[in-house]
Every structure is written in C-alpha cells, then in structure tokens.
T-cell receptor, first 112, second 111 residues
Framework: DGGITQSPKYLFRKEGQNVTLSCEQNLNHDAMYWYRQDPGQGLRLIYYSQIVNDFQKGDIAEGYSVSREKKESFPLTVTSAQKNPTAFYLC???????????FGQGTRRTVV | EDQVTQSPEALRLQEGESSSLNCSYTVSGLRGLFWYRQDPGKGPEFLFTLYSAGEEKEKERLKATLTKKESFLHITAPKPEDSATYLCAVQAGGNFNKFYFGSGTKLNVKP
C-alpha cells in the first residue's frame, strides 16, 4: 500500500543528544514537510522540500536540520539545541506544492 | 497577522445530537481550506478541501462549508466513532507551502 512511514514511533533521548527521525514515502510525491505538534497548539512547520536537494525553513526551524537526497526520503535531525522536552513530530507529503498533504503516523519524542 | 482560530476547543455530544465546529481565519489571499480528522497518537487524516466562498463538501455524516471569513464542519447525528480532534488548515498567499493550522476541536460523542 502507498503511504508515509515514520520511524521510530516513540523516541526517548537524554538531553544533549542529537536524534534523527526517519520519513519515507512511496507515493511519488514531490513535496515533503515536517511539522511539530505541541499540546493545545496547531501544527507548526519546521522544514519543507519541494524537490530533491532543495529545502526551505519553516516557522520553527531553529534546532533542527534536514536533508533531501532522495525523492522518497526526508529525514529530520533534532539537535541538542532544541529545548522543547516533549513533542509530536509529523511528516507529510503532497503531489506538488500546495495540494493537500498526506500525513505519517507521527513520532513522539520525550527527553529523559 | 495571518491566523486560524477553531472553536470550541472541546465539544461533548450525545450520540445523534447534531452540531457544528467553527474555523475562522484572517489571511491574505485564501487559496484553500482543509479539514482533517486526527485520532489520539495518530497523524491527521484528510477530510475535505474547500476553495471558494459558497462551496460545500459532504462525506457521510460530515458536511463542510466555506464563507469569506470562516468554515463550518457540520456533524449530523454523530456516532461514538466520530470522536476525534478535527483540525482546520488554511493555505494562503503566494507561498504554496504555507499552511496555517488551527489548534483543533476535540469532539467526544457519548453513546
């Protein structure tokens, strides 16, 4: 089945550690996105990519980095500079920029 | 400042009790308004896209409408399985990758 796969589903890390969240899609979509969802708040855009080897910062890019070496993959690295202790990370893709997004199942990160 | 506000934050209904969720927006150059359903611990699931004032979309017990300032998601005779958080997102301006999300309405339907 076509879709977006995020891994891991849960992530526990100590402060000071960089972690990388995986996002893979087999929908042949050009655009991919990373969002963060905090309790009681809407989704906020971290990074997005329209094509391979190109990506743009969203509203809350500080403390994060991404790469887009392959069309189907858009990994997100949460660096030690990211202070938010707990967050739900959502990866999404769309056929081309602007159309509705298909979301993965999310990764919940907790700092221990 | 571009903004999307959803109300109420939470809504409890009895099974069969119809109601509406609201999404109001203040953005420049609306290109599309999206409704999603999100179950706890899961990613949002697409429901509808609306592009212009007066447009309506229906799916089972859900009906979405759009005016120049707000959108409503009407739920007719809801069932417990309709319990979820409903998110509204607006795409606006020249940046096609810019989606503004509301904080959602958490719906709980009691049997």
């Amino acid at each position: 089945d076509g879709g977006i796969t995020q891994s891991p589903k849960y992530l526990f890390r100590k402060e000071g550690q960089n972690v990388t969240l995986s996002c893979e899609q087999n929908l042949n979509h050009d655009a991919m996105y990373w969002y963060r969802q905090d309790p009681g708040q809407g989704l906020r855009l971290i990074y997005y990519s329209q094509i391979v080897n190109d990506f743009q910062k969203g509203d809350i890019a500080e403390g994060y980095s991404v790469s887009r070496e392959k069309k189907e993959s858009f990994p997100l690295t949460v660096t030690s500079a990211q202070k938010n202790p707990t967050a739900f990370y959502l990866c999404a893709s769309s056929p081309r920029e602007g159309l509705r997004a298909f979301f993965g199942q999310g990764t919940r990160r907790t700092v221990v | 400042e571009d903004q999307v506000t959803q109300s109420p934050e939470a809504l409890r209904l009895q099974e069969g009790e119809s109601s509406s969720l609201n999404c109001s927006y203040t953005v420049s150059g609306l290109r599309g308004l999206f409704w999603y359903r999100q179950d706890p611990g899961k990613g949002p699931e697409f429901l509808f896209t609306l592009y212009s004032a007066g447009e309506e979309k229906e799916k089972e017990r859900l009906k979405a409408t759009l005016t120049k300032k707000e959108s409503f998601l009407h739920i007719t005779a809801p069932k417990p399985e309709d319990s979820a958080t409903y998110l509204c997102a607006v795409q606006a301006g020249g940046n096609f990758n810019k989606f503004y999300f509301g904080s959602g309405t958490k719906l709980n339907v009691k049997p």
